[in-house]
């Protein structure tokens, strides 16, 4: 099986697959074997509405897992494209995205595991969440029972309507890294924190 188990293939990113049983001479003859839909749809209630698809699905012991643009996380069969799980952080709840325009967009989520355990982490909006792999439940001993707020210690009050994340976290050794999105489009007095932040993978203690 040849995996892809981070949004750039490896932690180097480089983006490549060893997957030889595809060449020059027969790409062309590629077919779709199963496609899946996100089916998100402005939400008059929350006044929001999902931007383009733009998450790398990453792949790990036959499972496909991805983030769609109102940022849930869903485990797919990779055989079949079957549904296995999905989580729905609800960040449509907090209204419109104040950063920029364009509706809600993610890129992707990160694998971790020790071997015992496998954990999805999730940082959408002011929130990293810790996503049980199996089950897709939250990590209970992860932070707050299952994730950590982002907004908190930037030395001022950062509301959630000022941050946000569209990148996947990165995980190094046990830390998960997070950035923060600083908008090119949009200008402010008090700009958002552009600060980078780690977190232990099994505790959610920043680092």
Do not use: C
Request: no cysteine.
């Amino acid at each position: 099986m040849v995996e892809w188990p981070a949004v750039g293939a490896e932690q180097s990113h480089t983006k490549y697959s060893p997957a030889d049983e595809i060449t020059a001479a027969n790409v062309g003859e590629l077919k779709i074997a199963w496609q899946w839909e996100p089916n998100e749809a402005p939400l008059e209630g929350y006044g929001t509405r999902p931007g383009a698809f733009q998450a790398t699905p990453i792949m790990v012991d036959g499972v496909v897992y991805l983030s769609t643009m109102y940022t849930r996380v869903a485990a797919l069969e990779a055989e079949t494209g079957a549904e296995l799980w999905m989580f729905d952080p609800k960040a449509y709840e907090g209204g419109p995205k104040g950063a920029r325009p364009g509706g809600f967009q993610h890129r992707g989520i990160a694998y971790w595991n020790d071997g015992d355990d496998a954990r999805i982490f999730l940082n959408s909006r002011d929130r990293l969440y810790a996503i049980d792999a199996a089950t897709g439940e939250l990590d209970a001993g992860f932070g707050e029972l299952g994730s950590v707020l982002l907004t908190a210690g930037h030395g001022r009050p950062v509301s959630r309507f000022e941050f946000d994340q569209t990148s996947p976290p990165v995980v190094f050794e046990d830390l998960v890294i997070v950035g923060s999105l600083v908008p090119d489009q949009l200008q402010r007095k008090f700009d958002t924190p552009g600060k980078v932040q780690a977190f232990d993978v099994r505790t959610g203690k920043r680092r």
